[in-house]
């Protein structure tokens, strides 16, 4: 995978015969009590390695888009102003940036329901973002999101029960645990492949060193545990790569064993 172009808000990738956009909704403050130790308790001490803005971690929220320059499909699509936080909702001046054209936006894959995932389907000013929109892919635990800012969306969703795949070159795979629909996205090209996540990791500085470190709002944090060790086993074997919402933009790195956790290695330096 390699870097072509990159901006403010957007990182460009050639990945084989795809290209793989990373698009930068923006970044959420939230307090260092939201992680768990194995025993569900609060961490007594934060290793110096993670750095605070004040004395909140830091977390960027992050969306791909990945095309084979025919077809394409949208993986997450931020916070729009659910939040009503400034810091959030830039996707749709990620996607002008990247020269990407809303309108041609067709599949939508939703990791899961939370806020800052699914929201930007819906504009700031209550229209649909995407206005050729066919299908919304989600885990099937996740669908009752779809009501009230959202319902307009409902009879697009394609619920996710199983392995399947959305095209030639994307599957969705069950990971439940952080939302009982959580859902990550494989991207297979001639080069390699992508697992695009969104809840598995929140603080990178952490949990890829301590994989056992969990977060307050993992729904099931044993089930989250289990299936972020099974990915990030699954991402030491050779040309594979994450996407991750969570880590920082934009976001796309090689993942190496280290010690008795994990080592990451971004592939661009960070955005934003």
Same mark, same amino acid.
């Given at each position: 995978m390699?870097?072509i !172009?990159s901006g403010? #808000? ?8 795809l290209?793989v956009v990373?698009l ?6 939230? *307090?260092?009590?939201?992680?768990r130790?194995?025993?569900g308790r609060?961490? /007594?001490? =934060?290793p110096?390695?993670v750095? =605070?803005?004040?004395?909140?971690l830091r977390?960027?929220v992050?969306a791909f888009f990945?095309? /084979?320059?025919?077809r394409?499909v949208?993986i997450?699509? @931020?916070a !729009? ?8 909702g830039?996707?749709?001046d990620?996607l002008?940036?990247? %020269?990407?054209d $809303? ?7 939703i990791?899961h329901? #939370?806020?800052?995932h699914?929201?930007?389907l819906?504009?700031p000013?209550g229209s ?5 929109l066919? $299908? &919304?892919w989600? @885990?099937?635990g996740?669908? !009752?999101?779809f009501? +009230?800012r959202?319902e307009?969306?409902r009879? $697009?969703?394609?619920?996710?029960s ?7 070159w994307t ?5 439940? %645990? #952080?939302t009982?629909g959580?859902?990550?996205?494989? &991207?297979?090209?001639g080069t +390699?492949r992508?697992?695009?996540w %969104?809840?598995t990791? #929140?603080? *990178?500085?952490l949990?890829f /060193?301590q ?6 709002? /993992?729904g099931n944090?044993?089930q989250?545990?289990?299936?972020r060790?099974?990915?990030l ?5 050779p040309?594979?790569f &994450?996407a991750?919402?969570?880590l920082?933009s934009?976001?796309?790195?090689r &993942?190496?064993p280290? @010690?008795d +956790?994990?080592a ?6 960070p955005i +934003?």
């Amino acid at each position: 995978m390699r870097l072509i !172009s990159s901006g403010q #808000h957007h990182a460009t990738f050639e990945f084989g015969d795809l290209q793989v956009v990373s698009l930068r909704d923006g970044y959420i403050d939230m *307090p260092p009590t939201r992680l768990r130790d194995e025993d569900g308790r609060t961490l /007594d001490e =934060l290793p110096a390695a993670v750095p =605070l803005a004040g004395d909140n971690l830091r977390l960027s929220v992050n969306a791909f888009f990945v095309t /084979d320059g025919t077809r394409s499909v949208l993986i997450d699509t @931020g916070a !729009s102003n659910a939040w009503h936080d400034p810091t959030m909702g830039l996707i749709y001046d990620a996607l002008d940036e990247a %020269g990407i054209d $809303r309108a041609h936006v067709t599949d939508v894959a939703i990791t899961h329901k #939370h806020e800052d995932h699914v929201s930007g389907l819906i504009a700031p000013d209550g229209s649909e973002a995407f206005t050729k929109l066919e $299908r &919304v892919w989600i @885990g099937a635990g996740d669908t !009752s999101v779809f009501t +009230g800012r959202l319902e307009p969306i409902r009879d $697009r969703v394609v619920p996710v029960s199983e392995k399947v795949a959305i095209n030639d070159w994307t599957t969705a795979i069950p990971t439940p %645990g #952080h939302t009982p629909g959580h859902t990550v996205y494989e &991207v297979r090209s001639g080069t +390699g492949r992508l697992l695009a996540w %969104g809840d598995t990791v #929140h603080v *990178p500085t952490l949990q890829f /060193d301590q994989p056992n470190v969990s977060w307050e709002l /993992d729904g099931n944090q044993s089930q989250a545990r289990a299936a972020r060790a099974a990915l990030l086993e699954q991402l030491t074997q050779p040309h594979h790569f &994450v996407a991750g919402a969570h880590l920082d933009s934009p976001g796309i790195a090689r &993942v190496t064993p280290s @010690g008795d +956790g994990y080592a990451l290695e971004y592939l661009a330096p960070p955005i +934003g």
